[in-house]
Structure formats: structure tokens, C-alpha cells
């Protein structure tokens, strides 16, 4: 939810996959939802994208907001997030944004009860403050 006169915008395309195995790519977000970043592009420019390590930490933060519930309702011993686009603006890119996104991309696509984050910004120094109402 958005409180002031600001906006982020960032779109999120990505795939699951479901393992029995522990995956050999990506990294454990929670003991069986895995993260793989290492095939991103940027979907306005269609070019590779090297997220940085607070980005990745940033898309960490979401997924593992949701990953309790993913393996709730998931009957498989591992679920792959590979995270395939970002359709980012630069001038109003927020790393921090990624979060969010990823956290409403998770809620889509398995069918997860939608994880209200309520973001604020401080003008005078620039952050964004994400409340997850937890």
C-alpha cells in the first residue's frame, strides 16, 4: 500500500520448479524454497543482469517472507524460484523494491493469501521502510 506521493515500480517474471532433489544452482531461502538468480535480464533492454549482493538479499527478504507458506501447500521436497526478468525503471529503482515484488509474484503464482506490505519514504534521507505488518 502506498502512503504518500511517491510510487516503485518494479515487475518480477519468474519460474518454479519443483525438485526432488536439493538443487544444484541458487541458494536455500528456507529449507526447501531455493533462489536462483544467475540468468536474470533486464525485460525493457533485454540484456543480463548482475544483481548485486543487496540485491539479492533484498529478493531473499520477500521470498522469505512467503517461503513458510509455499511449503505449506508445496508436496515437493524443493521449490526453485529462478528468477527470470526485471522490468526496472531506473530513476525510481529502489533496491528494496525487489521484496515486495517477489513476494507478490509468490503470492500469484501459488495462490497464497497476498502479504500486505505497507512501504514508506524518508525524503530527507532518501530510505524506503517496508512494514510487513508482522
Known sequence: MQKSGFGLFLGIEAEATRLTNPPTMGAPVSSRVWLDVSEVNNALYGKRLALNEREV??????????????????????????????????????????????????????????????????SATGQFTFDWNE
Do not use: M, Q
Open 57 to 122: 538479499a533484498w529478493l531473499r527478504v520477500g521470498l522469505g517472507k512467503v517461503s513458510g507458506d509455499i511449503e505449506r501447500i508445496e508436496t515437493s521436497p524443493y521449490i526453485l524460484i529462478l528468477v527470470r526478468d526485471l522490468e526496472i525503471f531506473e530513476v525510481d529503482y529502489a533496491e528494496a523494491a525487489l521484496a515486495p515484488a517477489i513476494a507478490g509474484w509468490a503470492a500469484e503464482k501459488f495462490a497464497l493469501t497476498p502479504r500486505p506490505c505497507n512501504v514508506s519514504h524518508d
